[in-house]
């Protein structure tokens, strides 16, 4: 088969590589991909929102199946766009891609059906919003909706602060909406699944580490460490995420979603599971960890989740704990620098590119998650003394990473 996929991150990179090992694999293209991807795929200079010129790709090349990564494009109706060529695509249409591109949207629909979830309000306007702020409970959160690269979510101290995000979403975010959500303090979890035609296949839990610093402080970031299996989770804790599976998956059928594609079901575990948020597309870096533990042929599970062939016992994963390190660039999240020289050592370990290109014949940054390093073990311990181990032989100017990941 050829194969399309579309992105240029650390995701797209491991879905590349995996896809790569399938023997229904003749070959892959990369739309924009990165630097690293070269050893696994052809590189393909369209932009994820060139949706003309993608299809035109996949036509004179005949593409037997596009694989998309990002939301932008899922969220813009690129399934339904390649769909109407005649295209074979795997993802969510637009209409089941408003789960993560509308906040709102999700928060009904886990109200309608019942889905353990924060409680929260939607509101159009600043003023109704600062009016219901005055007697707010804090820490709350506040979440502006529709898709900001995971910058639309802000979690306020107080008042004052509550006052200043309020600003940010309505006038430099400029969000219709705005959720303003119970704040719940807690253990995350992300819960990754195939969807099927409105059947949900999960794959093995994963933990994101979201904060830039040890100890989970400082500012939110896309995610800068992550594990699989999470070894933490109580037997009623899984007991009750399941049956929030089943919730959705019903209520995926009575609303005839025909939802096909991935679901990332993101909850925190206080006195038990909320669902925080949908995301129609796989984590980043949870799917880096989840793909290194995956025995499974993942051509062939994406395509007998389109075709309706998927059962559970299809997906298998190994018995090794795997963790992975985001190499960041000084400054991420906040302002970075690019373009600084990446030395390499050749290793026993994983190294996936996120943001890395070719200039003048070296590989170089190219974003504020560089890189991640990925290393498995029979327990989460000896995975963590490895992927620590591994990272040394990484360097780049202004690398920062977190030392406690999986700790
Ligand atoms: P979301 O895009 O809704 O998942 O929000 C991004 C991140 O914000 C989550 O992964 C959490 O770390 C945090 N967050 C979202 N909602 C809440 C909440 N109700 N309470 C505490 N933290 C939250
Ligand atoms: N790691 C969380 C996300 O991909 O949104």
Redesign the pocket.
Known sequence: MKILVIGSGGREYAVVKKISQSPLSDKIYVAPGNAGMKKYAEIVNINVDEYDKLVKFAKEEKIDLTVVGPENPLADGIVDIFEDNGLVIFGVNKKNAQFEASKDFTKKFLNKYNISTAKSETFTNYDDAKKYLLDGEFPIVLKADGLFM?KGVFIAKNYKESLNYLDKIFNELKADKLVIEQYLNGKEI?SICLVSHNKIFPLEFAR?YKKIYDNDLGENT??VGSLTPVDDLKEDEIKKIKEIQKQIENGFINENCDYTGIL?I?LMLTDKPYVLEF?VRF????IEVILEKMKSDLLELILKTMDGTLNQDDILFDNNTYVGVVLCSKGYPGKYEKNKVIEIKDGNYTLIHSATKEKDGEIVTNGGRVAMVISGGKTRQEAREEVYKNIKDINFDGMYFRKDIAK
């Open positions: 995971g992300s994101d896309g995610g990332f993101g995301n984590g980043d870096p949870e």
